[in-house]
């Protein structure tokens, strides 16, 4: 069985790579330490099909070391003590590099063998993850070890390795293989910076068009045909998915539409259907609130509309609702106000409750000052009168600071017209 082409077309040296020039140009940290040709213990941190096992592989060659790789959804302590066994021996002259892919997999007692290992020196360790890894990977590996965030792959730096496979597939096939240019640029754009995914789509292109006269034209629309959806990275358990999250209510909380329907669309592409509500409606609370109370039961109507027609259509309502969102002033008075009270309350002040709020109206015989003492705003004028609603520990304390919106600074104003009147 032939294997994938993104392994048959694994880059050997690192000018060969494409991708992730903030580390391996020349003069940037992670190349310099290759070269030194004394190496440290590392973790490759970033997406997938970006280079950190086409690295890990050009790594252990350039330093002469026997390359065992592992996959932490896999392996087991057995693998990696098998591996430790072929220490000072023909097969493992240099010492070994594991290179331990997905190690947020490993549970910690795996990880703590691993590290035991690592401290002895008897393997060098470049662990990977599509995780954060100061989240998925145990304290003591990352204080041995340096991390690296390796980034997706631009569309401009992946098309040089699409035209690169299509040329290979040329050699291997013993056809000549014409690719259009935007059907190079569309497998690069269309990729989300996955170089694998690149070289996978290169060879569905050519398998599934037939030669005419020798030749193997691949035509733009062949590319889209066979790239449809490909281009979204989303794992509804992963960072991509908080990542998504965050930015979809980030841009709302920035009044960018443009930004904001572009997560809601990368969302609903996905199928995340109540996750796209759920952040529109804590969005439409916590960030517009007071400034423009009714947007809330509004967006609230419009989640419910999402929900009664469901996906495709529900993208309707909802991006009606996170432009409405976008567009509305913005205010995070009440939600400030509530962490505030809530901070009092975890430090201990409360206190009783005002008598005049108790909810009873007898007392008892030991009380010399009996009464409720209540006063029923609705019996003053303007339905308000001053009376003490706190604790007496936080009497005249203030949560609530109104914000410069129209609809604050109306009420506000009524407010105070009230309140300073004897």
Known sequence: MKAPLAERIRPKTIDD????????????ALRAIIESGELPNLVFYGPSGVGKTTLAAIIAAKTNRKFHK???TTASTADIK???AELDTFAAPNGVLLYLDEIQYFNKKQQQTLLDFIERGEITLIASTTENPYFYIHNAILS???VFEFKSVT???IIPAVERAFRFLETERGVTIRADELAVRHIAISCGGDVRKAMNACELCVLSTVAEDGVLTVTAEKAKELTQKSSMKYDKDGDEHYDILSAFQKSMRGSDPNAA???????LEAGDLPSAMRRLMVCACEDVGLAYPMIIPIVKAACDAALMVGLPEARIPLADAVVLVCNSPKSNSAYLAYDAAAADLRKGKSGPIPRQLQNKHYDGEDNAHKGQFYLYPHD???HYTPQQYLPDVLKDTVYYVPQENKTEQAAKAYWDAIKSKP
């Open 155 to 157: 569309a401009e730096e």
């Open 70 to 72: 592992l996959n932490g």
């Open 144 to 146: 041995r070890s340096t």
């Open 261 to 267: 329907l572009h997560y809601l669309a990368r969302l």
């Open 17 to 28: 790579m494409v991708g992730q020039r903030h580390l391996l140009a020349p003069g940037m």
């Open 82 to 84: 098998a591996i430790v």
């Open 380 to 382: 003053f004028p303007h």
